[in-house]
């Protein structure tokens, strides 16, 4: 299970580090306030491209989600691994995919049709971008977990 579990975990540590070559753009306007329109607008242009205009490969994401789930809940009931790594990798896993499935991307579809205020989407873009940095921490501890292992 575990090559399922590593190959899943490396495309989704991928695919983050493209989204937050976009999302870091928030990092430099902390103050609060509206994001520049320029830099709204790049986000949100990538946003809608990847998550409304890019079907019906969008959908790969979730699928590679769910495969990593399965492989992950199968490597903990045939004990292919200690079972600390399992608790470690679940536990991981669950919460950079439970965060992207629940909030992330339901906010990425809604900044990319850019059709809240600019406030609103600036408090999207910054929502976004912090929620993806909790994905990679996640998905990098649940790679590193199976990979030390």
């Given at each position: 299970?575990q ?5 899943g975990?490396g ?5 983050l580090?493209f989204d937050l ?8 306007h902390?103050?609060?306030g509206?994001?520049?329109e320029?830099?709204?607008?790049s ?8 998550t ?7 959908r790969l994401?979730?699928?590679?989600m ?9 490597q903990?009931?045939?004990d292919?691994?200690p079972?600390?790594?399992s608790?470690v990798s679940l ?6 995919i439970g965060l992207?499935?629940t909030?992330t991307?339901?906010?990425?579809v809604?900044l990319g049709?850019?059709?809240d205020?600019?406030?609103?989407q ?12 909790v994905?990679?921490?996640?998905i990098?501890?649940l790679?590193v977990?199976?990979l030390a292992w």
């Amino acid at each position: 299970m575990q090559p399922f579990v590593v190959a899943g975990a490396g495309f989704l540590l991928a695919v983050l580090w493209f989204d937050l070559m976009f999302d870091v753009q928030v990092l430099p306007h902390r103050g609060g306030g509206d994001l520049p329109e320029p830099v709204l607008a790049s986000i949100a242009g990538y946003y809608r491209r990847v998550t409304t205009e890019a079907r019906p490969m969008n959908r790969l994401i979730a699928a590679v989600m769910v495969v990593v789930l399965a492989a992950l809940v199968a490597q903990a009931l045939v004990d292919d691994v200690p079972g600390w790594v399992s608790v470690v990798s679940l536990a991981a896993a669950l919460t950079g995919i439970g965060l992207a499935g629940t909030r992330t991307a339901p906010n990425a579809v809604r900044l990319g049709g850019r059709g809240d205020p600019p406030g609103g989407q600036s408090g999207l873009a910054r929502s976004i971008c912090r929620d993806h940095l909790v994905c990679l921490a996640a998905i990098a501890t649940l790679l590193v977990v199976q990979l030390a292992w």
